[in-house]
């Protein structure tokens, strides 16, 4: 039994010191001390109208009063922010790579950006901005990839959304025509095209749903929306059958021969597209491919609430969005909107504790394997539970990027550009705390043919 223990006890301290290696230890109280120590009790006194004690600005305080507003200093603080980090982005630029058109890393996602400071602000000067930047890439599309993250679909569906918030209808319609020239190749059955996000056809089918929301239902209609959705899923099945796993998991993807399970390269990204009301799959496919085919992967889940890179990988190592429980809760979110069953929601939480407790990262800032993508998670399941838990976690996570993140624009810049798929329907006033983010490293999770980092 001795032996047992110190077994145990090895693979425990083990387990600690890889986790100190990849994150930082969350020095935060959770929000139920933090509320007691603010004199509430979390989610019952503040209802009642209880007196209290004003939430405080010290960064173990409270950051919102009992509506959820954010308090003054907090605001202010994240404007005081903003305006910091625009400006060294735009120094940074200067010397940037031309080349990458990519909303994922590149002049795309700093088009984005600014669209999303327009949003926020209505000031028509980011928008402009957001006209320059995205101007240079529609002049760069290089045909190699299709998707929203990675390829030309990017630059397209944001040109398009941006000419027609300018009213340039003529050119905003080109930017859709060219975006549907892809389709053929999207569809073909034949094609060694992936079905995941970030190169696949998810990330294409992405670029279509988010004209729709952007510009208008039927900007892209129903039918070229429906094929790609029929390529995916009759790729799924192919793969299932092959695999001899029809029963189990009807629906089965894979990306450089590996069977991922996060939300850029593997089924989780994949399912939330597919359970998109936008997307219009059938009641039917839904109940009997897709559910399965999610049970399926929820039960590879780490007794830590975490969820492997991929369905041979037994290792609890990764929490990013890219691999691990900050992707795959969007999933679950998605699955307990549109099954309404109780078990999807409470993973959903487990994946917020486990994101809570071992998802500050050392690798920085970005949404792909970073912090604030981490923190995205909490807004998300934020806005579904108007739980303030998950207010409180989002605003500790942004104050640990600026905490613990590192300070120059070259460990930054990277971050700057890396854009999370949940985000655009998210627009509601407490992402203001969330959007500017920052990495340090590049998106090593796209290489390919290695466990991802
Ligand atoms: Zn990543």
């Given at each position: 039994m001795g032996e047992t223990m110190s077994k145990r006890l090895k693979?425990?301290?083990?387990?600690?010191?890889?986790?100190?290696?990849?994150?930082?230890?969350?020095?935060?109280?959770?929000?139920?001390?933090?509320?007691?120590?603010?004199?509430?009790?979390?989610?019952?006194?503040?209802?009642?109208?209880?007196?209290?004690?004003?939430?405080?600005t010290d960064e173990f305080g409270l950051p919102f009063h009992h509506d959820g507003k954010i308090i003054?200093?907090?605001?202010?603080?994240?404007?005081?922010?903003?305006?910091?980090?625009?400006?060294?982005?735009?120094?940074?630029?200067?010397?940037?790579d031309p080349h990458d058109c990519s909303a994922y890393t590149g002049w795309t996602g700093i088009a984005l950006l600014y669209l999303q400071l327009y949003r926020v602000t209505c000031d028509?000067?980011?928008?402009?901005?957001?006209?320059?930047?995205?101007?240079?890439?529609?002049?760069?599309?290089?045909?190699?990839?299709?998707?929203?993250?990675?390829?030309?679909?990017?630059?397209l569906a944001v040109g398009a959304v941006i000419y027609h918030k300018l009213k340039s209808d003529c050119e905003s319609q080109e930017c859709i025509t060219k975006l549907l020239q892809l389709h053929k190749s999207i569809v073909c059955q034949e094609s060694e095209l992936p079905d995941e996000l970030l190169y696949g056809r998810a990330g294409y089918l992405y670029a279509l749903l988010y004209l729709n929301t952007e510009i208008g239902p039927g900007t892209v209609c129903e039918s070229a929306i429906k094929e790609v959705v029929n390529a995916i899923i009759e790729s799924g099945k192919t793969l299932s059958r092959e695999e001899r796993k029809t029963d189990r998991c009807p629906l089965l993807y894979q990306w450089h021969r590996k069977q991922y399970v996060g939300a850029a390269h593997g089924m989780t990204g994949i399912?939330?597209?597919?359970?998109?009301p936008a997307a219009k799959v059938d009641q039917e496919t839904l109940t009997e491919m897709v559910k399965p085919s999610i049970d399926y992967v929820r039960h590879k889940k780490f007794r830590s609430g975490n969820y492997p890179s991929s369905l041979s990988n037994e290792t609890d190592r990764l929490v990013h969005w890219c691999h691990g429980a900050p992707g795959v809760i969007h999933m679950l979110m998605q699955a307990y909107k549109v099954f309404k069953e109780e078990k999807?929601?409470?993973?959903?939480?487990?994946c917020s504790d486990v994101i809570w407790q071992r998802g500050l990262l050392r690798k920085g800032y970005g949404i792909c394997?970073?912090?604030?993508?981490?923190?995205?998670?909490?807004?998300?399941?934020?806005?579904?539970?108007?739980?303030?838990?998950?207010?409180?976690?989002?605003?500790?996570?942004?104050?640990?990027?600026?905490?613990?993140?590192p300070t120059s624009w070259y460990q930054r810049h990277h971050g700057f550009q890396h854009l999370n798929l949940a985000l655009h329907r998210e627009i509601k006033k407490v992402q203001r705390q969330l959007k500017y983010t920052l990495d340090q490293k590049p998106p090593d999770c796209l290489v390919p043919d290695t466990e991802p980092p």
């Open positions: 693979l425990h301290l083990g387990g600690e010191a890889e986790m100190e290696e990849r994150a930082f230890t969350n020095p935060f109280p959770d929000y139920e001390a933090a509320a007691a120590a603010a004199g509430l009790s979390a989610g019952s006194a503040e209802e009642m109208g209880c007196v209290r004690t004003p939430p405080t003054h200093n907090f605001v202010r603080q994240i404007q005081t922010k903003i305006k910091d980090l625009l400006q060294q982005m735009e120094e940074g630029l200067k010397t940037a028509q000067t980011y928008l402009l901005r957001s006209l320059d930047y995205v101007k240079r890439t529609l002049r760069n599309l290089n045909g190699r990839r299709v998707t929203f993250l990675c390829g030309d679909a990017g630059p399912y939330y597209m597919l359970m998109q999807y929601l409470k993973e959903a939480m487990e394997h970073g912090t604030s993508g981490n923190g995205y998670s909490f807004l998300s399941l934020y806005h579904l539970t108007k739980d303030k838990k998950y207010l409180y976690r989002a605003c500790k996570a942004w104050l640990a990027l600026f905490t613990f993140s």
